[in-house]
C-alpha cells in the first residue's frame, strides 16, 4: 500500500486515541491531520507504520491538551466534552472498554488527570497497548508508566461505577424517557430518574444555560416539563440519537440548526446523569449551529401569557 492508503487505514484509530486524550472533535481532527504532514514529510519508512503514527498523534495530542490545561481552568460554567455521535474506530475484542470509555462521564473523569496519566490510560486501558509500547510513544520508562497506569486507574475507578451493558435496556429506558418530555409529563419523567439525579449544561458563556447543574428527580423532571413544551411551541424538535455512545437526542431549530445535544447516563435502570452541550463552538460538526440566544428569547416570549 502507499503511504496514502496506510494512513487512511489507521486514520479511524488515530482519531479515536486523540479523542479521548483531548475531549475534543475539532482538535482530535486537527491532531490527525498534522500526523499525516508529519508521516508524509519522513524520509524513513517506520518498521510498524501503526506503532509510527500512534506515537506521533499521541504526543501530538498531549502537547494539545497541556495547551488547552489554561484555556479550561478559565472555562465558564461546566466544561463537558465536544459531543462525538459516532465512534470511527471499532474492535470487537474491545468493544465494552471502546464504548466505556467515549462516554461523557468517563472523559469529565478523564479531564483530572495529568496529559502523561491520561495518555497512557487511553493507550493501556483502552487500546490494548503494551506497557513497552506505551513507554516508547510517552517517552518515559516502563516502570514509569505503570505507576502513571495505576494512579489513573485509581482515579477513574474511584469517579464512578461501569454503565450497563445491556444496550437494548438503556434504548428503552431513552425511548421512554424521550416520549414523556414530549408530552411534558412530569410524573413519567419524575420515574424514570434516579433520586439524586443530576442536570449539567455546558454553555460556555456563548449560550444560554443553567447557572448550576439542577439536582433531585423532581427539580430535574420539573424543569424538563415546563422547558420543553414551551420549545416545542416554537418548533424546536428533537431526534434520538446515540451520544458518545449513550442514549440521546439532537435537539433543532426550526430551520433544522442544531440547537444543543443531550446524553443521558444510565445504571440501575435509571438515568443518573443528564449532560446537555450549547456551546456553538462544540456543534460546529454535528452541523449548522442555531442561535441559541434567540431561541432563549422566543421561549421567554412564549412563556409570558397571551393578553
Known amino acids: 500500500m502507499s503511504r496514502g492508503e496506510e494512513f487512511q487505514e489507521l486514520r479511524p484509530l488515530l482519531f479515536s486515541i486523540a479523542y479521548r486524550i483531548l475531549g475534543s472533535v475539532s482538535e482530535a481532527e486537527d491532531a490527525v491531520q498534522e500526523t499525516w504532514l508529519r508521516f508524509e514529510a519522513s524520509p524513513a519508512q517506520p ?19 497541556r495547551s488547552a490545561r489554561v484555556r479550561r481552568e478559565e472555562y465558564v460554567g461546566p466544561w463537558l466534552p465536544e459531543p462525538l455521535l459516532a465512534d470511527p474506530y471499532q474492535d470487537p475484542e474491545r468493544s465494552a472498554e471502546l464504548a466505556d470509555s467515549l462516554s461523557m462521564a468517563a472523559l469529565v473523569l478523564l479531564e483530572r488527570l495529568t496529559p502523561l496519566e491520561r495518555a497512557v ?14 513507554a516508547s510513544i510517552v517517552e518515559r520508562s516502563e516502570a514509569a508508566c505503570r505507576q502513571l497506569a495505576v494512579r489513573a486507574r485509581r482515579h477513574m475507578a474511584a469517579g464512578r461505577p461501569r454503565f450497563e451493558a445491556d444496550r437494548k435496556e438503556r434504548e428503552e429506558l431513552a425511548s421512554r424517557f424521550f416520549d414523556a418530555l414530549r408530552e411534558g409529563d412530569v410524573a413519567g419523567l419524575r420515574n424514570l430518574l434516579a433520586a439524586d439525579v443530576s442536570m449539567v449544561g455546558d454553555g460556555g458563556g456563548k449560550a444560554p444555560q443553567l447557572a448550576k447543574a439542577v439536582s433531585g428527580a423532581q427539580n430535574v423532571a420539573r424543569l424538563l416539563a415546563s422547558i420543553f413544551p414551551l420549545m416545542a411551541r416554537i418548533d424546536v424538535t428533537f431526534e434520538p440519537h446515540e451520544v458518545n455512545g449513550q442514549p440521546g437526542a439532537i435537539f433543532r431549530d426550526r430551520d433544522g440548526k442544531v440547537l444543543h445535544t443531550l446524553a ?36 421567554r416570549r412564549a412563556r409570558r401569557p397571551t393578553e
Open 47 to 65: 518498521r510498524s507504520v501503526k506503532a509510527f503514527l500512534s506515537a506521533v498523534v499521541t504526543r501530538i495530542s498531549i502537547d494539545v491538551l
Open 121 to 134: 490510560f487511553v493507550l493501556r486501558e483502552v487500546f490494548d497497548f503494551g506497557f513497552p509500547e506505551v
Open 264 to 299: 443521558l447516563d444510565v445504571l440501575d435502570g435509571q438515568i443518573q446523569t443528564i449532560r446537555a452541550v450549547i456551546n456553538p463552538d462544540k456543534l460546529g460538526h454535528v452541523g449548522p449551529v442555531a442561535d441559541a440566544w434567540a431561541i432563549d428569547r422566543e421561549v
